[in-house]
């Protein structure tokens, strides 16, 4: 266990569907990130929250709404997915600045059908 | 924006020789920060090292050494005596100094590491 928990670990559901992923640590790190994972591509990073507070969003489409309750906290709502989203999707979380680096999550392995 | 170029998508090598892992990137800064993280079956990302640009020594954890080219933009992974627990993905990264960190990661593509027994 690294200290960032993901789950469900799979996930399968039809592009009608709504679910959530969740991400939890603690590890007193006030910045947590969503990545995305896709076969034969660079991992994409879609969402930064600083402190609760979103503060990068790499032109993710709108059926991904991320929400950060807290800083130990944060989720990745889907809905309307389309199967090309079908992916690993990672967590991670770190200081600001990042002196110590990053810790990740095990991911979350979506299939959408 | 940066990019991260790993040209090799998997390598293989005999368990306890010595494999090289290729990178290179693309920025126009001149202070930044390099990793390389490991992606075994488990699907975690575990950071194997990291190099600080400003540095120019290069930067080693036991079996595992960077050879770090900043004027060619090249940072390779070296890893001695190879274990069978070495098998795995793995990406090179880079992070810019400046923005506080809050920007994190852009990653490679990842090569794929084959320990032969």
């Known amino acids: 266990e690294t200290g960032v928990t993901q789950t469900p670990r799979h996930l399968v559901m039809g592009m009608t569907n709504k679910k959530s992923l969740k991400c939890e640590q603690h590890?007193?790190?006030?910045?947590m990130y969503w990545y995305k994972q896709s076969a034969k591509k660079p991992l994409e990073l879609m969402f930064v929250y600083n402190f609760k507070e979103q503060t990068e969003n790499n032109s993710v489409p709108s059926r991904f709404s991320p929400e950060c309750p807290n800083s130990s906290h944060l989720f990745l709502h889907l809905h309307t997915l389309q199967p090309e989203d079908s992916a690993l999707y990672l967590c991670?979380?770190?200081?600001?600045?990042?002196?110590?680096?990053?810790?990740f999550g095990s991911g979350t392995r979506l299939t959408v059908v | 924006a940066q990019t991260v170029t790993q040209s090799q998508p998997e390598m293989s090598v005999q368990e306890a020789e010595t494999v090289t892992l290729s990178c290179t990137y693309d920025?126009?800064?001149?202070?930044?920060?390099l990793f390389w993280y490991k992606q075994p079956p488990s699907r975690q990302m575990i950071l194997v090292i990291r190099q600080e640009a400003y540095k120019q020594q290069n930067a080693t954890e036991n079996r595992f050494s960077v050879n770090f080219q900043k004027a060619a933009k090249s940072f390779s992974l070296k890893i001695s005596d190879s274990q069978l627990g070495d098998a795995a993905m793995y990406f090179c990264a880079y992070r810019s100094r400046s923005g506080g960190g809050a920007d994190g990661l852009t990653f490679g593509k990842g090569t794929h590491l084959i320990i032969q027994p």
């Open positions: 920025t126009s800064e001149s202070d930044y920060y």
């Open positions: 991670a979380s770190s200081h600001l600045p990042p002196l110590d680096g990053y810790t």
């Open positions: 590890l007193g790190h006030n910045a």
